[in-house]
Every structure is written in structure tokens, then in C-alpha cells.
């Protein structure tokens, strides 16, 4: 068999990639790019053998202690070896929801957010939360996925369940708690999706009925969505902070209660790319694949 000229790295949970990555698959066989899928933590899987290692579907980085550790390391002993997209400088920083602290210092509209240490601890929480202006948030992990350890609550009337369950995340690591905006569920979640530094598609995701989760897998709706000129403005204003080569990028937005679009999450390292809400999307990450060969 034939070496391949791409290697795609993925999780056990996934051995043949999401569903939205079959859109993927089927435009690198219309070009003729041969493939292989390989799990990332699978010591015999010979990345070295491709032209360039592409992160798809790595959905276990972040489960268990050391995990997200374990993938920085791997990522950067497989960069050592050949070309991986995004690189490790990228995956180090984004793996890790401070990088909203850095963004938001180099002036990008980021949503606020108030942040625990590791073993920090919550007493006293809700009153910083009431004193922001803020009654309903939601409190995760900084280092998740998937809305995993994510708590819509509110922590005025709910001030005891709130701090509790903070306190048991921080037992393991930083804390994020963010304002739920009550936009999330008319206007819902808009994401931008960017190949090469140039916007190709967005979709906008509505959380079902009584749910804030916006991922597919929680039954929202998502529909393909106009690229508006004010997304792209916090895209640029992020990308440039980042100031890092990207092959892929994903933006996130919400409508903030002033109307104006913030950033909720700028997704660099695995993220779903929505291919099936755009007939060309997958074609276009190709050709930003081959050009990188």
C-alpha cells in the first residue's frame, strides 16, 4: 500500500472521523489525496510517513488529568517529525480558554468573563457575580469541550448550587463563568469558518427549547448563516492578536445585551468545521491542504 500523503489524527471514540468529516474525506478523494485516519495517542502510528499531519476529530484531549498535557507534548514531538495543522504554538495557547484573557487585552470584543483559579475555590462567588450586574451565568471548566462541566444557572437565586459546583471544578483546574445572554436563544450562535486566513461560510446555531448549548449533538438547530461585515471585524481584530499561520480557523459569536457581536470562543485546534451546511466547503480546505505540500 501506498504511503499517504496526508495523515489525519483523531480520537479511539472516532477511528473514521465525525460525520461532517465524511464531507471531508470525499473531497480529498475527488482530488486524488491519499489518506490515512490515526488515533493521536497510538505510539505505532507513523506520521513521519505523510507529507502533513491535519487535526480533525482529537475529541479526548482534554479528558482526564494530564490529558491536555499529554496532547501539547504530542503535538509537538509529531510537528518535530512533519508538518502539523495548526502547529503546536497554536494547540499549546488554544487549548486553554485563558487565550480569551489575551485577546480580550489586545482590545477583541470578547465576552466578559470571571475567572477562578486552580483550587481557589468559590466562596463568596455569587456575590461577585451579582456585583458585575450579572444573575444568570454559566460556569465551566476552562480546558473542556463540548459544553462538558458546563452549568447554566442563576447564581442570585441559586447562589449555594452555583458556588458549589465552581468549587468542584476548580478542585481540577481554572474556571471560567461568563453571562448567559438571553440572545443565544433567538439569534443563537454564529460561527465563521476560515481556511487560509479568508472567511468560506458561516452556519448559525439556536439552542433547542430550554437548553444553552448550541452544538448539534444537543438538537439544536443550525442553519447556513450570512457572513456579516461586523463577524469578520472581531475575526480580523482576533486573528491578528493570534498572529500565528492558521490553516483553519473557527470563530464563535454571540449577540452581547448591547447589541453588539462578541467572541465566545476562537476555535484553532480541532474544530467542527461545518462542511455539510456548504457544498464547496471541503473542497476549498483542500485546496489550502495542497498548497501546504
Known amino acids: 500500500m501506498n504511503r499517504p500523503r496526508l495523515a489525519i489524527a483523531t480520537c479511539a471514540r472516532l477511528p473514521k472521523l465525525d460525520v461532517d ?3 471531508l474525506c470525499e473531497a480529498l478523494d475527488a482530488r486524488g489525496i491519499s489518506y ?6 497510538d505510539p505505532s ?4 510517513e505523510a507529507d502533513l499531519a491535519l487535526l480533525r476529530n482529537p475529541w479526548d484531549y482534554w479528558d482526564g488529568p494530564g490529558r491536555r498535557e499529554a496532547f501539547v507534548a504530542w503535538a509537538e514531538r509529531t510537528h518535530a517529525r512533519v508538518p502539523l495543522w495548526n502547529g503546536p504554538d497554536v494547540i499549546r495557547e488554544n487549548t486553554h480558554k485563558s487565550y480569551l484573557r489575551s485577546l480580550e487585552a489586545a482590545g477583541v470584543s470578547v465576552i466578559p468573563t470571571l475567572w477562578l483559579a486552580p483550587g481557589e475555590g468559590a ?3 455569587a456575590q461577585r457575580i451579582t ?3 450579572w444573575s444568570e451565568v454559566v460556569i465551566k471548566p476552562a480546558v473542556s469541550a463540548g459544553s462538558v462541566g458546563a452549568l447554566r444557572i442563576d447564581a442570585r437565586t441559586n447562589p449555594i448550587e452555583a458556588e458549589a459546583h465552581a468549587a468542584s471544578l476548580t478542585a481540577t483546574g481554572e474556571v471560567m463563568v ?4 438571553r440572545s443565544i436563544e433567538s439569534e443563537g450562535e454564529l460561527s465563521v469558518v476560515f481556511f487560509d486566513g479568508e472567511a468560506s461560510h458561516a452556519v448559525r446555531k439556536v439552542p433547542c427549547a430550554g437548553d444553552f448549548r448550541s452544538q448539534p449533538e444537543f438538537q439544536s438547530r443550525v442553519s447556513a448563516a450570512p457572513i456579516e461585515a461586523e463577524a469578520l471585524a472581531v475575526a480580523r481584530a482576533a486573528f491578528a492578536a493570534v498572529d500565528k499561520p ?10 452581547s445585551d448591547d447589541g453588539a457581536l462578541q467572541l465566545i470562543e476562537l476555535e484553532l485546534t480541532e474544530p467542527s468545521l461545518y462542511f ?3 457544498e464547496g466547503a471541503a473542497a476549498r480546505l483542500v485546496d489550502a491542504i495542497v498548497a501546504r505540500m
Open 45 to 48: 502510528a507513523p506520521w513521519d
Open 246 to 255: 492558521l490553516l483553519y480557523a473557527r470563530v464563535d459569536l454571540v449577540r
Open 21 to 23: 468529516d465524511a464531507r
Open 178 to 181: 461568563q453571562p448567559y445572554l
Open 276 to 278: 455539510r451546511w456548504n
Open 123 to 125: 466562596v463568596g462567588l
Open 36 to 41: 490515512r485516519c490515526y488515533v493521536w495517542d
Open 131 to 133: 456585583s458585575r450586574g
